[in-house]
């Protein structure tokens, strides 16, 4: 079955230290993975897909094939960056979304 | 243009009582999504359309639940007979079509509240 595994639910850091929210997909074909985010009091909008390859707002997420993992890191993590984070698969058409990472960024 | 939009922002209501929840989605865009999101479980997917049909109506939580599209635009979601665990915000999010490579731009959702 497919599914998106985000094992934490919540990750508190403080401004500046490094940050990674994990993600873990389970799809026997090609993945095609996202990641969301939802700051507070805004809509659920697109952060950065796998195969666009881009860096958004100094995050970053590499598919690991191997690893069936598409985990999402900035290196220094800034008090905006707090939000719900989402890692989502596309399949079929049926989009598969994780239980989310609320991510706190202390000042 | 405008994005994608719902209506009412807010709604409660009393147990038992019948509800509509209504999506419009981005002009030109034929895939349309439901979802429900609650706290501590994330997005559950609900349905989907694909012009005005909705092939796979599996992840509808039960027979109280029911959703239709007109013209190939407007969403409604309705949920007869309302309970309590039904309270959660319900979003919308359509995409130009069902490619899973396409991003889905989401509503605002509408906050049910069932007393």
């Known amino acids: 079955a497919q599914r998106v595994t985000q094992p934490e639910k919540l990750l508190s850091v403080f401004k500046g230290a490094p940050v990674e929210l994990k993600c873990n997909y389970s799809?026997?074909?090609?993945?095609?993975l996202f990641w969301y985010v939802q700051y507070s009091r805004q809509r659920l909008q697109l952060l950065l897909r796998?195969?666009s390859r881009e860096s958004i707002k100094g995050f970053t997420a590499d598919l690991n094939k191997g690893e069936t993992s598409f985990h999402l890191k900035k290196p220094f993590a800034q008090e905006e960056d707090s939000a719900m984070y989402y890692c989502a698969l596309g399949r079929s058409y049926i989009p598969t979304f994780g239980r989310g990472t609320s991510l706190i960024v202390h000042p | 243009g405008a994005g994608v939009s719902q209506s009412p922002s807010n709604k409660v209501t009393e147990k038992g009582k019948d509800v509509e929840l209504r999506c419009d989605p981005i002009s030109g865009h034929t895939a349309l999504y439901w979802y429900r999101q609650s706290l501590g479980q994330g997005l559950e997917f609900l349905i989907y359309?694909?012009?005005?049909?909705?092939?796979?109506k599996s992840g509808l939580p039960s027979d109280r639940f029911s959703a239709e599209r007109t013209g190939g635009s407007v969403s409604t979601l309705t949920i007869q007979r309302t309970q309590q665990e039904d309270s959660a915000v319900y979003l919308c999010?359509?995409?130009?079509?069902?490619?899973?490579?396409?991003?889905?731009?989401f509503g605002p959702g509408t906050r049910l509240t069932v007393l």
């Open positions: 999010a359509s995409s130009l079509n069902l490619a899973a490579n396409n991003e889905q731009f």
């Open positions: 359309f694909q012009g005005n049909s909705a092939p796979d």
């Open positions: 796998h195969i």
């Open positions: 799809y026997s074909g090609s993945p095609e």
